[in-house]
């Protein structure tokens, strides 16, 4: 007996009648994908993923040890290269790995980090692009944002309006 009322041992638990339980829910059996996988998926960057491919650096994209930033030309961007200019590509493989690498960064930078002004970063190829954020949009180099935080367990992909080209290469 107790101060304020009774308590009274039972040997079972008292449901309500009606009363079912809720499925479980279930967490997410896989990891998100690389940044590579998540180019796969995404159909806008069909074209990207053929030219990774064609230079052999689909597997270095892929390390589960890198973070990456990769700024992703859709199959649109790559549709205004003049075609003179692509062909070039297709056929000089160490001037398609200078281009594909100009567009990576060896660091994960979200839309949210980058600066206010324009910074120059460096990319694995060796030369800089420069990010900015601002009230038109996050920009590298004279390329558009079109679809930021593309996250993957090795990085982020920032879907981008043009084909950035290191100096010099053209």
């Keep these: 007996l107790a101060k304020n009322g009774v308590a009274h041992i039972i040997d079972a638990v008292l449901v309500p009648p009606g009363f079912s ?6 967490a997410p059996t896989s990891e998100p994908a690389t940044v590579v996988e998540l180019a ?10 053929t ?9 270095a994209l892929s390390n ?29 493989t160490t001037a398609l790995i200078q281009v594909l690498a100009y567009h990576v960064l060896p660091e994960e930078i979200l839309s949210k980090e980058l600066p206010k002004k324009p910074t120059a970063v460096t990319t694995i190829e060796g030369q800089n692009v420069v990010v900015v954020a601002n009230s038109t949009g996050a920009f590298v180099n004279e390329a558009k944002v079109v679809k930021a935080d593309n996250l993957a367990k090795n990085g982020v992909a920032h879907f981008i309006d043009a084909v950035l080209v290191p100096k010099g290469l053209l």
């Design 51 to 59: 030219l990774v491919k064609e230079a052999g650096l689909a597997g």
């Design 21 to 26: 339980v809720p499925a479980p829910t279930l």
């Design 64 to 92: 589960p040890e890198a973070t990456l930033t990769v700024f992703a030309p859709t199959n649109a961007a790559f549709a205004a290269v003049p075609k003179d200019i692509l062909d070039y590509l297709l056929t000089n």
């Design 40 to 49: 796969e998926e995404a159909p806008e960057l069909s074209t990207l993923v």
